[in-house]
């Protein structure tokens, strides 16, 4: 009995030694399976990355859009603007260039591309009424065939996911001369200050009839610019001719507001375009002036002014007001001046119409003298008399005076 007992005892000495070796082994054969499956992840992340292309950690940081919740925004406004592309010099670097020229391409060309492929979505344009949910996600192929635009199936496309192939020549980029671009205007509770959000932009396309007329419009579609930025920040473009060197993207084109455009509509109950509501153009203008004015100047009257913007909000007026009494007080000088000059002058020309008057007087008082007197010396002086002449006699005559 003894003897079994040591030997069980034996038995699990061995079992516990034994145990703890195979362990370990298995531990280091699957550190060694860990360490090489972590270099396969890593080789196929670094294939991933050389890929070109958007990854999702791209498209999360260049998305943009708002970060603020609604809790956070005290005001926000919808403004729709319209951007000429050729009438409007900030906004020529959204056209050309009009063919692809070393890899450059205009907004117009990367949007079809990427619609061709797949890789962003659309919306259609409805008038007065902007929805991007599925339900009005366009459909590419009717797209291309509502504007006659010639493509052709690509290859791996399914009806689920249709993919096509559209040639250079048939982009109608030159035909697209402007844009709408539908802003929102907040104000975040957070910093305190407004900001201008791009949501989305819609291509506008000026198409001529058969019979040579006046261009028509024709809005495309939608297409969200949270979309579309983590394309366009790989596309470099100048907007300068002074410097051509590329600086900016075209998402830095649109975060940054560089471009310029007239208001043709806001969100409003009656859902009226800006010439619905004012038709008469000069109205109109003042309208768009003065919502302009306001988006920009809301963060600032919004505020109490402190007593140090009072008082220098004071003395500037006060300055204004001395400067436009001096330049009042200057123009009436001026005034006085020019008035004292003309009765001046008016009163040497009555002085001098007064001494011509006279002196013609005189002269013709003079002349009538001298006509008078040249009349009188007419008329007094004598004829002259002829003398007699004495008769002759043939007899002589002898005088018969009384001699002394």
């Known amino acids: 009995m003894k003897f079994l007992s040591k030997y069980i005892l034996a038995a699990l000495v061995a079992f516990g030694t034994v145990v703890p070796a195979l362990a370990q082994d298995n531990g280091s054969s699957s550190s060694s399976v860990v360490r090489r499956r972590g270099d396969n992840d890593r080789?196929?992340?670094?294939?991933?990355?050389?890929?070109?292309?958007?990854?999702?950690?791209?498209?999360?940081?260049?998305?943009?859009g708002s970060t603020a919740s609604d809790a956070d925004l005290m005001w926000m406004r919808v403004i729709y603007r319209d951007l000429p592309l050729l009438d409007n010099a900030k906004n020529t670097p959204l056209y050309f260039p009009e063919e692809v020229i070393d890899g450059q391409e205009n907004l117009f060309r990367i949007i079809m591309r990427l619609l061709a492929e797949g890789k962003i979505p659309a919306y259609e344009y409805l008038d007065g009424k902007e929805i991007f949910t599925d339900q009005y996600k366009l459909k590419v192929r009717d797209m291309l065939d509502r504007f006659h635009v010639l493509y052709t199936d690509a290859k791996g496309s399914t009806e689920k996911n249709p993919r096509f192939t559209i040639e250079e020549a048939d982009v109608p980029a030159n035909e697209v001369l402007s844009y709408y671009l539908l802003e929102k205007w907040e104000f975040d509770s957070r910093t305190n200050k407004t900001r201008c959000t791009v949501e989305a932009i819609c291509p506008v396309l000026h198409r001529s009839d058969d019979f040579g007329g006046e261009a028509v419009r024709y809005p495309m579609f939608w297409v969200k610019m949270t979309d579309l930025r983590p394309y366009l920040a790989q596309q470099y473009i100048f907007i300068d001719d002074d410097n051509n060197l590329p600086k900016y993207t075209y998402a830095d084109f649109f975060n940054m507001n560089m471009?310029?455009?007239?208001?043709?509509?806001?969100?409003?109950?009656t859902n009226k375009s800006m010439m619905q509501l004012f038709p008469d153009p000069d109205d109109r203008k003042r309208a768009q002036d003065s919502i302009q004015n306001r988006l920009e100047t809301f963060d600032k009257n919004i505020w109490v002014p402190s007593r140090e913007e009072v008082i220098a909000a004071r003395e500037a007026r006060e300055a204004a007001e001395a400067a436009a009494e001096a330049a009042k007080a200057d123009s009436e000088a001026i005034t006085d001046r020019d008035g004292n000059a003309a009765d001046s002058e008016v009163s040497a020309d009555d002085a001098t119409e007064k001494k011509s008057v006279r002196s013609s007087r005189g002269r013709s008082k003079s002349s009538a003298t001298k006509k008078s007197t040249?009349?009188?010396?007419?008329?007094?002086?004598?004829?002259?008399?002829?003398?007699?002449?004495?008769k002759s006699s043939s007899s002589a005559v002898r005088s018969v005076r009384r001699r002394k």
């Open 43 to 64: 080789n196929r992340r670094g294939e991933a990355d050389a890929q070109p292309g958007v990854t999702p950690r791209m498209q999360q940081r260049l998305s943009g």
């Open 259 to 269: 471009y310029d455009g007239d208001i043709y509509k806001t969100r409003n109950l």
């Open 374 to 390: 040249t009349k009188n010396k007419k008329e007094k002086k004598p004829k002259a008399q002829k003398p007699k002449a004495a």
